[in-house]
């Protein structure tokens, strides 16, 4: 897996009422799906956007794929670079740059829906990916959406700011995500619902992440407090 960023699309709006977030602190960048398979990683993946998102799992609000190249510390060097060379005869050529002066490159392909069960296929059939310090390749997935009842698949109401996740699959499947609970308070209805998605989920929720937000009197920011079940 390459360099990680913190995922958040917390400074969207501010919200008007209170709501319950899930979101990884920044000394944590990415959670660990539950599959270790690429293949079950994204059927999982499907079942949680069909089953409890309005999202669409082929049509993501960006969806890239990222190769990279050798490190001086890499053992089989020549593995990236014949790893590259395939992707390149599948999808184009890409777009190559440096990651950070004395880092290998990095060459990334934009994925369209069409694209993406064969981007799929091409991860999945290089299993298991070799070690590298970089990569050596990843599909990077990023998903807007509303939360809904898995058993009416209605949209729950009073969700002011979209949720969002970011899938990475690759040598390690991995996420990270903003997700905005519509609820006021951490009362039984809330409990209620987030056991109603928990089989869903392609991670496990970490109840010492959820906290309480509200908007400050000025409306230009949020205050937060621990969640207590």
């Known amino acids: 897996m390459g360099a990680k960023i913190k995922f958040s699309y917390l400074s969207i709006m501010i919200a008007s009422t209170p709501f319950i977030l899930y979101n ?5 960048t ?18 949680f956007l069909l089953s409890c998102t309005d999202a669409d799992p082929l049509h993501s609000a960006s969806s890239s794929l990222l190769a990279y190249g050798p490190y001086h510390t890499d053992k089989t060097p020549e593995r990236a670079e014949k790893t590259i060379a395939q992707l390149i005869e599948r999808f184009g050529s890409g777009e ?32 298991p990916w070799f070690r ?27 969700q002011e700011n979209r949720s969002s996740i970011l899938f990475w699959l690759g040598r390690s499947n991995n996420c990270s995500m903003d997700f905005w609970f519509p609820f006021q308070t951490a009362g039984t209805e ?22 309480l937000g509200r908007p400050n009197k000025n409306k230009t920011n949020y205050i937060y407090s621990k969640v207590v079940k």
């Open 24 to 28: 990884l602190p920044k000394s944590r």
């Open 190 to 211: 809330f409990w209620g619902y987030l056991k109603s998605i928990e089989s869903y989920l392609p991670f496990v929720i970490e109840e010492k992440y959820l906290c």
């Open 96 to 127: 190559t740059s440096p990651i950070s002066a004395g880092y290998p490159d990095r060459t990334e392909w934009q994925i369209n829906a069409n694209q993406l069960p064969n981007a799929l296929d091409f991860l999945i059939a290089g299993q």
């Open 132 to 158: 590298a310090a970089f990569g050596p390749v990843e599909l990077l997935l990023i998903y807007r959406f509303h939360l809904i009842d898995p058993d009416t698949k209605l949209v729950l109401p009073h």
């Open 30 to 47: 990415t959670q660990a799906l539950k599959d270790k398979k690429i293949e079950a990683a994204w059927e999982s993946i499907k079942r």
